[in-house]
T-cell receptor, first 109, second 116 residues
């Protein structure tokens, strides 16, 4: 079967750095997406990786290793507004998105 | 900015009712999707559509149907609502992928549906 694993919940301190991991086992791979979802709101697109390596976008970076079936989302200089759930999704060989359950990130002052 | 609009944020219906959830997008996207989101589970795909009048079953289509009569509108129908269909329903849309670059899906704010 297809599976996406990410931690259920993480806690970090304002101003710090946090890394949210995602491991996947899917039938084929056509890219990995990260989304942010604040409570009661729509998921919003953060990043897309299809090749190995690091993609940087301001305070957020996303890394992919296809051989290891592994990705992480790195958030720097954490702000209170970063408190949200972070969803990892992999596009499989049928171009369907397989979603992880999400990681709830709690930021403390 | 992409706008995906779902007709209701909150909806309460009774068991056995026929329920319509509407979704409209304003970015001329070919692809549209319906998901449900439940605590502790990832988003689960109910139905999707890559073109007008076209529909494909996702992972959990049982008890649902869809309609796409116009490009911008994708409707989800619960034929006879049951309590296990109480959930958050999310609509999304996207452009088709181009080569190795796949386009992100853009989501509506969701409809929290309660079936009593």
């Amino acid at each position: 079967g297809q599976n996406i694993d990410q931690p259920t919940e993480m806690t970090a301190t304002e101003g710090a750095i946090v890394q949210i991991n995602c491991t996947y086992q899917t039938s084929g791979f056509n890219g990995l997406f990260w989304y942010q979802q604040h409570a009661g709101e729509a998921p919003t697109f953060l990043s897309y990786n299809v090749l190995d390596g690091l993609e940087e976008k301001g305070r957020f970076s996303s890394f992919l290793s296809r051989s290891k079936g592994y990705s992480y989302l790195l958030l720097k200089e954490l702000q209170m507004k970063d408190s949200a759930s972070y969803l990892c999704a992999v596009m499989d060989s049928n171009y369907q998105l397989i979603w992880g359950a999400g990681t709830k990130l709690i930021i403390k002052p | 900015d992409v706008k995906v609009t779902q007709s209701s944020r909150y909806l309460v219906k009774r068991t056995g009712e026929k329920v319509f959830l509407e979704c409209v997008q304003d970015m001329d996207h070919e692809n549209m999707f319906w998901y449900r989101q439940d605590p502790g589970l990832g988003l689960r795909l109910i139905y999707f559509s890559y073109d007008v009048k076209m529909k494909e079953k996702g992972d959990i289509p049982e008890g649902y149907s869809v309609s796409r009569e116009k490009k911008e509108r994708f409707s989800l129908i619960l034929e006879s609502a049951s309590t296990n269909q109480t959930s958050m329903y999310l609509c999304a849309s996207s452009f088709p992928g181009e080569g190795v670059v796949n386009q992100p899906q853009h989501f509506g704010d969701g409809t929290r549906l309660s079936i009593l």
